[in-house]
């Protein structure tokens, strides 16, 4: 426990001691749980927010009837606690100082009946203006709803990957990766429990050496390959054998699949001629209890070397492929570290983070070149070998910031709702792909094509 954590607390309990409106309950006091059993989440993921601005913390799934009462630092937020409804949900609303500093501000929400306290970061951001628009081609089409990645093939073809949970609906379609126009959709593997439906489609990578199209399934927790062809399920490991699969990259000179068991350490190896599991790599922070829980993955055959960045600590690094040690070293620029991309001929690595809105770019050795704020909520990243520039997408921002390789940016380029990845091409196009639409419009995903106007 921290040290501004237990002081909020101590501070709390005095309040709760001499202020009626923010009493726990009448009468005895009651054990319960030391947090809050439910999920909450103040501010929003789609949409920045400022200083002097309105949002809410979000309560949900928690017993209906339960009272919440929130504070900044010791400054009450809710002159009377907000009960829960039947469904277990309350909207608190929230009112931003407009002198509140950018940054990550904690509040501490106290439940009632059952008595619980959690410490819930509220994150607030600068909006990053549109800019350089006229120096790019831009071009959309939509694909199914919460579209998640994208990865493209040698021969032009462009897959995305969609899915909206357990028991709805999931896509894997195939597109001209020019045209963006529709060529075929997959057929979905269905799931061992019929209560699940299909095995959603999440993360995706083509190994263009055997004509395939590898999908992780997050909430299936396994890993399956489709022929790229037809867009049927060849292969579908058991479900459970890997947790949380979240990203896939391939070797395809050396037949080799790597999926990570996302916010651990472990990366599952997979031969991808045979379709069998080989091995688990992991990802090891240098020093003492720190944990490296990785998000995305970034490979660099020729080097023999597989990145990826921790996103609850600020750690970073590489697993060398041949002998499986792992090289790591902190960041302390970066909070919530979501995205990695490097540069092969000079060994530069660029991370986008979700928290800390920036992206940082460190040399070879993992010392800082530069930390560049892009948006709120950097989620996706790539660099673009034809063009020496890093695309980073900013999921709360709507935008794809461009840097070029020393970290500066560039341009700036509205993307609409909720982006969420990023690849690139042979030839320098890059492809974002984008959730959903504006909520009174279009639910589809789309893609976007982004190439550099000659």
């Known amino acids: 426990m921290t040290k501004s954590f237990l002081k909020t607390i101590l501070l709390t309990s005095t309040l709760l001691a001499t202020g009626a409106s923010v009493a726990m309950a009448d009468g005895a006091w009651v054990a319960g749980p030391t947090t809050i059993k439910g999920s909450l989440r103040a501010g929003t993921r789609e949409a920045p927010v400022q200083p002097g601005s309105e949002t809410v913390l979000t309560v949900r799934n928690v017993k209906p009837g339960a009272t919440i009462t929130v504070l900044r630092g010791t400054e009450l937020l809710t002159p009377q606690p907000l009960a829960a409804d039947d469904k277990g949900s309350v909207d608190v ?7 509140a500093e950018l940054g990550l501000q904690p509040l501490t929400v106290i439940s009632n009946n059952p008595a619980g306290t959690m410490l819930v970061n509220l994150k607030l951001s600068k909006v990053v203006p549109p800019s350089n628009e006229a120096a790019f081609e831009v071009k959309s089409g939509e694909v199914g709803e919460r579209a998640y ?22 896509g894997l379609v195939r597109l001209d990766a020019m045209t963006l126009a529709v060529e075929a959709e997959g057929e979905i593997a269905p799931s061992a429990n019929a209560k699940d439906g299909v095995i959603d489609v999440f993360g995706i990578a083509v190994d263009d050496a055997n004509g395939r199209v590898w999908t992780t399934n997050t909430l299936n927790n396994t890993v399956t390959v489709y022929d790229a062809k037809d867009l049927k399920a060849v292969k579908v490991f058991p ?45 090891d922070a240098a020093v003492g209890r720190a944990v490296f829980g990785t998000m995305n ?43 990695i991309a490097h540069d092969p001929e000079t060994g530069r690595m660029y991370i986008a983070s979700q928290d800390s809105d920036n ?22 990243i790539v660099w673009n070998a034809r063009t020496k520039q890093v695309y980073a997408a900013t999921r709360a921002g709507g935008t794809v910031a461009v840097l070029d390789a020393d970290g500066k940016l560039v341009a700036n380029l509205p993307m609409g709702d909720v982006p969420n990845h990023l690849t690139v091409d042979a030839d320098g196009a890059v492809y974002a792909v984008t959730m959903y639409g504006p909520k009174d419009e279009s639910q589809a995903g789309t893609v976007t094509r982004i190439t550099v106007k000659k």
């Open 93 to 99: 609303p929230i009112k931003v100082p407009a002198d």
């Open 297 to 339: 993955l970034d490979l660099d055959a020729k080097a023999g070397r597989l990145y990826s960045v921790s996103r609850d600590t600020p750690w970073a690094g590489w697993v060398d492929l041949k002998t499986g040690k792992s090289t790591t070293f902190e960041v302390p620029q970066i909070v919530g570290g979501s995205a």
């Open 239 to 283: 479900e459970g054998s890997i947790a949380h699969p979240r990203d896939v990259v391939i070797d395809q000179d050396n037949n080799r699949a790597y999926v990570n068991a996302a916010l651990t350490g472990d990366v599952e190896v997979y031969d991808s001629k045979t379709l069998e599991h080989l091995d688990t790599l992991r990802f």
């Open 359 to 380: 992206v940082v770019v460190l040399d070879k050795e993992g010392k800082l070149v530069a930390d560049t704020y892009v948006g709120a909520g950097g989620v996706g």
């Open 149 to 170: 990645q994208s990865a493209v093939s040698k021969d032009g073809k462009l897959y995305v990957a969609s899915a909206r949970g357990k028991s709805l609906e999931s």
